[in-house]
């Protein structure tokens, strides 16, 4: 359920690819900092955009560096390093685990169980220090696990639990923009989950997955549907953005909740 959240390049300008280039080599860097190399394959381009949002609202924009890395030995990559980082750091690592129990458990992933067995002691301290957001992740993913048992057809109800974790993930503190924040948290959680069922429908079918619209991959009223659902929490997220006082990063979060969250959907109609 990753891969959604992302910039549509097409709609960027050189100077925002690469500032968003930068952040994501930032939370990578911060990521191998705190947990070593190996939790680096939790990194997603979902939480760069919170890395983003967090670290312009905080003021938190960060420097530029160089460095080198496994992907790119020989030329130094730049990249931003921010404070805020280490949290979405934190939570990339916590979700990565959660994640790859749910893959693990669907079809015995061998990568998903290799990737739990080095981070269990990080997963272990990540529940301690952040109790709030732990919990939610454990509760949801719990909850959508039932739901996939009972082979649940209502896709907002899955849907819904799993928003109801990013909500938590979204908001590291306790403020003025905790409501906000997890208010976008909320819808882009709902959006990601409907998109990646939507998305994932064939696959499913063939490995005979749960997917609460596998007995609609025929119905042509189906994408219509989707699009309605998508359409609600989309609007939802970029409600919230515009309440935030963003500056630097607000032209790329734009982007992202405008035009690329969309970038699967309008690519399944050409295929």
Not at 12 to 17: I, L, M, N, Y
Not at 37 to 47: E, G, H, N, Q, V
Not at 79 to 94: C, F, G, N, T, W
Not at 110 to 127: P, Q, S, V, Y
Request: net charge negative.
């Amino acid at each position: 359920m990753t891969g959604y959240v992302v910039l549509n390049p097409g709609a960027a300008t050189d100077d925002e690819k690469r500032r968003y280039s930068r952040y994501y080599c930032g939370l990578c860097k911060a990521i191998e900092a705190a947990h070593g190399r190996a939790a680096t394959k939790a990194l997603s381009y979902d939480m760069t955009f919170l890395y983003m949002l967090l670290a312009d609202l905080y003021n938190q924009e960060g420097e530029v560096m160089k460095d080198h890395c496994t992907i790119h030995p020989v030329t130094k990559k730049e990249y931003i390093s921010s404070p805020i980082a280490s949290y979405v750091a934190d939570m990339q690592v916590l979700l990565g685990w959660y994640l790859a129990l749910d893959r693990w458990q669907d079809d015995g992933s061998r990568k998903a169980r290799a990737f739990m067995d080095a981070l269990e002691d990080d997963r272990a301290a990540l529940e301690a220090k952040y109790p709030r957001q732990s919990d939610a992740i454990h509760i949801n993913l719990d909850l959508i696990r039932k739901c996939e048992l009972a082979g649940e057809k209502d896709a907002s109800i899955p849907a819904m639990h799993f928003s109801a974790m990013l909500a938590e993930v979204f908001t590291p503190y306790e403020d003025n923009w905790s409501f906000h924040l997890g208010q976008m948290g909320r819808c882009l959680g709902q959006f990601v989950y409907i998109m990646d069922a939507y998305d994932d429908m064939e696959k499913d079918r063939r490995k005979g997955s749960y997917n609460p619209f596998s007995s609609r991959e025929q119905d042509d009223a189906l994408r219509s549907e989707v699009k309605d659902m998508l359409t609600l929490a989309a609007s939802g997220a970029a409600q919230e953005l515009e309440m935030l006082p963003l500056d630097e990063n607000l032209s790329i979060l734009r982007n992202v909740v405008y035009s690329g969250i969309w970038s699967r959907f309008e690519g399944k109609r050409s295929r």
